[in-house]
């Protein structure tokens, strides 16, 4: 069994409500492609949506007047993705930031196997921590945070830094994009990755962005697990076979009884006609005496 690997990544950002992100390299039948993106909009409804041919993991809006969400989706290559050029994601928010993971060595079948949302409506602070009730399923997994903010900023474009989790692990950044426009709207999006061995339950998780946002932030926190172990003994027989004794022996020694049954001899009940026995028939008694001449 192996941790599951990032082999590649693909980000891209839009002033709009759609991005078009170029295909991660590489992309191979049978990889974990696991796309997420942050969509800012100041005011007003806000859909978050999921692209054809993939599955949403989670999606939250945090419930402000300025509305970020994220979104995290994933779906398993085909045939057709070994060739694709470009995926497109769209919101109905003004700004979108986004990215695409290629995961190879993920489990077949339940690739993403525990996942959970946590949204602060409304933080204006750069210290962002965020609590979570995850135990990996496999005893080596992919930790993955996706999150993002928006709102009115202070400042330049909104980066994030120092991640950390409870329990500890290694914390690796995937991408970490963000835009602001001139009237300070803003809005930020970052992965960060983690290889990690244990099935102790992760409780917390955090990161520092560079400003704070008045619209809130949107984590999600994602285990990828790797296939089960197939180490082990298996049982090949569940009970024991009959053993029959042997009956006789192929060689010239000793008696093999070649017939179980002793055969049934009938008595004869016929026999055939005695033949009739022929005698000589009696010789004349008279006399000839001959004529005269």
Request: with cysteine; glycine share 10%; charged share 10%.
């Amino acid at each position: 069994m192996a941790l599951p690997v990032v082999e590649s990544t693909s980000t891209g950002q839009a002033k709009s409500s759609s991005v078009t992100i170029t295909a991660p390299t590489g992309i191979a039948t049978g990889d974990l492609l696991v796309g997420s993106y942050t969509s800012f909009r100041a005011g007003g409804s806000h859909t978050l949506n999921t692209p054809a041919g993939w599955t949403t993991i989670r999606a939250s809006v945090a419930t402000a007047s300025n509305k970020v969400g994220t979104n995290t989706f994933y779906k398993v290559a085909l045939l057709a993705d070994e060739t694709e050029t470009d995926y497109t994601f769209t919101t109905t928010g003004d700004e979108i930031n986004g990215s695409i993971l290629r995961v190879s060595g993920a489990a077949v079948g339940s690739e993403i196997t525990v996942s959970e949302v946590d949204v602060i409506a409304s933080s204006a602070g750069t210290s962002i921590s965020h609590t979570a009730t995850i135990t990996p399923p496999t005893g080596e997994s992919l930790m993955v945070i996706c999150t993002g903010g928006g709102g009115l900023t202070i400042g330049a474009v909104v980066t994030a830094s120092a991640y950390a989790s409870t329990p500890t692990a290694t914390w690796t950044e995937q991408m970490d994009s963000g835009y602001r426009d001139g009237a300070s709207d803003g809005s930020s999006h970052s992965v960060a990755t983690a290889p990690y061995t244990g099935t102790t339950e992760f409780t917390a998780y955090s990161y520092t962005n560079s400003e704070g946002f008045s619209g809130g932030v949107v984590s999600v926190l994602i285990v990828i697990s790797s296939p089960e172990s197939a180490t082990g003994t298996n049982a090949l027989l569940s009970v024991s076979p009959t053993q029959f004794s042997q009956a006789g022996r192929g060689d010239t020694n000793g008696t093999s009884d070649l017939l179980e049954v002793q055969p049934e001899f009938f008595s004869q009940s016929g026999k055939g006609t005695s033949p009739t026995i022929w005698t000589n028939e009696a010789k004349p008694s008279t006399t000839w005496t001959n004529e005269q001449k």
